[in-house]
């Protein structure tokens, strides 16, 4: 009966406050919660006072857009007592367990204020804020100094010195901004060791060694870069360059000082510029220090040879033969030349050596045998006068030493050279002797031979002694016909016999060969003159000038070609060109004292040849042209000692 009384009151209560109002569409479910087991539990218990449970506990959940009541009524801070938990506006309120208070799914006609503004856009960082200015400064140093270096490998030394300059100033201009802003603990070293190490590179690319050295001097004296005194290498350099070869010396020592042993190929390197630099000063005995210690280390072939010189200075034979079988038996890691050979069976092979024939392991290969064959060489030369009592016992004794050593084929180079030693000696009797033993050797050697012995028959200028030219250029082209020496050596029997035509066919066959050969190209320039084809000795000569810069007989043909074709004009231009190389040739000065004579411009004339008198007095056709000049401009007495000289003369 209470119980009923208690729903009486709360039926009353709904109506007189009319908390829902405005649920009009609100379904009527009182008469269920006598026979809610849920609801009676609340009743009875605390339960109530707790958050109320879901809506699919309760039964009274969503149905469309219809929301229950969820409180019976009475005030307090208890969940039973808030208002208005259901729509607003149309929208649904969320359940703030599973999303954040504030949000809404649907739209409403009244915002949700949470009470909070919206945070404001992030702004970003402005290109005006110190650290960006560092940041840019930085950027710019290395653009810099990457174009110095670009300029520089390029050839463009004045270029890359001023971007060089340009990258120091922004380097220091960058260091300054730091310290304003109190952090000089965060200077890059690494760019400023970069800026200062490029500007003494380019000063001294620049030949400007006084500013490269101080630019040096304030590297190597910053302790902040810790192996900056490897620096003084460079600075050794410097005054090496200067002919300082002390101060040189002193700096190459003081960077071997700081050099570790692991690091064996510098300090080698370091004393090879040391032995250099004694040898420049003379003291071969220190020289011979450095070289003993970098031959017992890491020998090569240009240590060897240095080493020969200084005991050649020395006077000490013995020292000298020990050092030559020392260089004989230098390894120069270089493969086999097996390697290389062709294996017609295996295609794979084949196509592998079509790739590594000439690459660039190759060029370096050859290039180091070419290096040691040219070193063996010329410490051949030199010692063989001085550790026998002969040339030839010396220069014998040398190639047995190499006959059996790995370089066993440059044996008959020697013997070449030794031909050649003799001929600088005009011992022509037995340079022709030693050339003769070739005649039997194999194909290389003896076309060598043939064509040093052909040349040798030639310059004897007998008639018998050309017929033996001619024999021996024969031979020689029996061995290689695509020879060029012995060509133009075949060239030159027929142009001295005057058979200009046929002399013609072999220097053009000798062009074909070795279009840089410059012996070919003259002489075939001299035949098509001697044929009166100007036209055509006008182009070798001119082909031959792009060749050799400033030959002063290249020049005087092609000058006196264009004297004889008529142009007279550009014939003493080139006359005059050929007067800056050889300024003292009196015949020169004479030909265009007649040059300006024909063109009846005496002045001109007369300088030239009172020129070309002062040089050669005794030419007396210069003489009675300059007496006849006088008596024309009526100075006899003048025109009188010219006479009286040129009686004397005559």
């Known amino acids: 009966m209470n119980r009923m009384n208690m729903m009486d009151q709360f039926q009353v209560a709904a109506e007189e406050d009319d908390m829902y109002g405005g649920f009009g569409n609100q379904v009527d479910e009182t008469e269920t919660l006598t026979n809610d087991p849920a609801f009676q539990q609340a009743v009875r218990t605390s339960h109530g006072r707790r958050p109320p449970p879901t809506a699919a506990r309760l039964?009274?959940?969503?149905?469309?857009?219809?929301?229950?009541?969820?409180?019976?009524?009475r005030p307090g801070p208890s969940s039973l007592g808030r208002p208005m938990t259901g729509s607003v506006d149309g929208a649904n309120r969320p359940m703030t367990a599973v999303r954040g208070a504030g949000y809404s799914s649907q739209a409403r006609g009244v915002g949700y204020d949470s009470g909070k503004s919206a945070a404001p856009a992030l702004e970003g960082k402005g290109d005006d804020t110190p650290e960006e200015r560092i940041r840019q400064l930085e950027k710019k140093v290395n653009e810099l100094i990457e174009e110095s270096c670009i300029a520089s490998a390029s050839g463009?030394?004045?270029?890359?010195?001023?971007?060089?300059?340009?990258?120091?100033?922004?380097?220091?201009?960058?260091?300054?901004?730091?310290?304003?802003?109190?952090?000089?603990?965060?200077?890059?070293?690494?760019?400023?060791?970069?800026?200062?190490?490029?500007?003494?590179n380019q000063y001294t690319l620049n030949e400007m060694y006084n500013e490269a050295l101080n630019t040096y001097?304030?590297?190597?004296?910053?302790?902040?870069?810790?192996?900056?005194?490897r620096l003084k290498v460079n600075m050794g350099n410097i005054y090496f360059k200067q002919r300082q070869y002390s101060k040189?010396?002193?700096?190459?020592?003081?960077?071997?000082?700081?050099?570790?042993?692991?690091?064996?190929?510098?300090?080698?390197?370091?004393?090879?510029?040391?032995?250099?630099?004694?040898?420049?000063?003379?003291?071969?005995?220190?020289?011979?220090?450095?070289?003993?210690?970098?031959?017992?280390?890491?020998?090569?072939?240009?240590?060897?040879?240095?080493?020969?010189?200084?005991?050649?200075?020395?006077?000490?034979?013995?020292?000298?033969?020990?050092?030559?079988?020392?260089?004989?038996?230098?390894?120069?890691?270089?493969?086999?030349?097996e390697k290389y050979a062709p294996h017609p069976d295996d295609a794979q092979h084949t196509l592998i050596l079509e790739v590594i024939k000439n690459d660039s392991l190759r060029q370096i290969e050859r290039e180091r045998r070419n290096t040691a064959e040219r070193c063996i060489k010329t410490a051949a030369k030199l010692i063989s006068p001085a550790i026998e009592h002969s040339f030839t016992a010396?220069?014998?004794?040398?190639?047995?030493?190499?006959?059996?050593?790995?370089?066993?084929?440059?044996?008959?180079?020697?013997?070449?050279?030794?031909?050649?030693?003799?001929?600088?000696?005009?011992?022509?009797?037995?340079?022709?002797?030693?050339?003769?033993?070739f005649e039997k050797k194999d194909t290389k050697v003896a076309c060598t031979a043939a064509t040093?012995?052909?040349?040798?028959?030639?310059?004897?200028?007998?008639?018998?002694?050309?017929?033996?030219?001619?024999?021996?250029?024969d031979l020689a082209l029996t061995a290689d016909k695509y020879n060029p020496p012995a060509l133009v050596n075949k060239g030159n029997i027929y142009f001295k016999r005057r058979d200009y035509e046929k002399a013609r066919e072999f220097y053009k066959e000798a062009l074909q060969n070795d279009s840089s050969c410059v012996e070919a190209l003259y002489n075939a320039g001299l035949c098509n003159k001697k044929l009166k084809r100007y036209r055509d000795a006008l182009d070798s000569f001119y082909k031959l000038h792009s060749i050799l810069r400033n030959n002063g007989q290249v020049l005087f043909q092609i000058a006196d070609l264009l004297d004889l074709m008529g142009e007279n004009a550009q014939a003493q231009e080139m006359f005059m060109q050929l007067?800056?190389?050889?300024?003292?040739?009196?015949?020169?000065?004479?030909?265009?004292?007649?040059?300006?004579?024909?063109?009846?411009?005496?002045?001109?004339?007369?300088?030239y040849n009172y020129d070309s008198y002062r040089y050669n007095p005794s030419n007396i056709k210069i003489i009675e042209w300059l007496g006849a000049y006088y008596i024309e401009s009526q100075f006899c007495e003048k025109a009188i000692q010219y006479f009286e000289r040129g009686a004397i003369i005559q």
């Open 394 to 437: 010396g220069y014998d004794w040398c190639m047995d030493q190499v006959k059996t050593s790995n370089f066993m084929e440059l044996a008959h180079d020697l013997e070449i050279d030794k031909a050649i030693g003799y001929l600088k000696k005009k011992d022509f009797a037995q340079a022709v002797d030693a050339l003769k033993s």
């Open 156 to 200: 463009d030394y004045q270029t890359s010195l001023e971007k060089a300059k340009e990258a120091g100033r922004k380097e220091r201009l960058l260091v300054r901004e730091r310290e304003k802003l109190s952090s000089a603990d965060q200077i890059n070293l690494d760019l400023t060791y970069s800026a200062l190490f490029n500007l003494a």
């Open 248 to 337: 040189a010396i002193k700096f190459y020592r003081m960077a071997l000082d700081q050099i570790p042993n692991t690091h064996r190929g510098m300090r080698i390197k370091v004393m090879h510029n040391i032995s250099v630099s004694f040898v420049k000063l003379g003291q071969y005995n220190d020289a011979v220090t450095s070289l003993e210690v970098i031959m017992q280390e890491e020998p090569d072939m240009r240590t060897g040879l240095n080493l020969v010189l200084c005991y050649f200075a020395l006077g000490d034979k013995e020292k000298m033969k020990k050092t030559f079988q020392r260089m004989l038996t230098v390894d120069l890691k270089i493969d086999d030349d």
């Open 579 to 607: 007067l800056g190389v050889v300024p003292t040739d009196a015949a020169i000065l004479a030909r265009l004292g007649q040059m300006f004579d024909a063109e009846n411009d005496k002045a001109q004339a007369f300088q």
């Open 59 to 73: 039964k009274t959940g969503v149905r469309g857009n219809i929301i229950p009541p969820s409180s019976m009524g």
């Open 217 to 229: 001097q304030i590297i190597v004296k910053n302790k902040m870069f810790s192996m900056a005194g």
């Open 452 to 473: 040093n012995l052909s040349f040798l028959y030639y310059v004897s200028g007998e008639e018998s002694d050309l017929n033996q030219a001619d024999k021996y250029a």
